[in-house]
């Protein structure tokens, strides 16, 4: 059974920083793409970003880059999220989602297991 657990969630200010994690566990976890996706109060999903199965290629929603970096340890079985600079609009349940494939993928269909989320907030 695919299990994918987030942690990392926060309450910090404007400016901080947070690394979510996601410790997936019921698959050959080196062998997929992986993703952090998000959804704020009241709005859908937004992608924030993938990674292939090996780390070396991402993709960023325009609005984080710069600011969060993806990764992967694939000997750990663990997904990273470092975000920096952080702003209100932030403020989200982050996800951490398995592709159906190797490669970079950003669509939802695109992905067939999902974490329960962790929460940030970001609030003075």
């Known amino acids: 059974e695919v299990q994918l657990v987030e942690s990392g969630g926060d309450l910090v200010p404007p400016g901080g920083s947070l690394r979510l994690s996601c410790a997936a566990s019921g698959f050959t976890f080196d062998g997929y793409a992986m993703s952090w996706v998000r959804q704020a109060p009241g709005k859908g999903l937004e992608w924030v970003s993938a990674?292939?199965?090996?780390?070396?290629?991402?993709y960023y929603a325009e609005s984080m880059k710069g600011r969060f970096t993806i990764s992967r340890d694939n000997a750990k079985n663990t997904l990273y999220l470092q975000m920096n600079s952080l702003k209100s609009d932030d403020t989200a349940v982050y996800y951490c989602a398995k592709a159906r494939r190797a490669t970079v993928a950003t669509s939802v269909p695109e992905y067939d297991s999902w974490g329960q989320g962790t929460q940030v907030t970001v609030s003075s």
């Open positions: 990674i292939n199965w090996n780390g070396g290629s991402t």
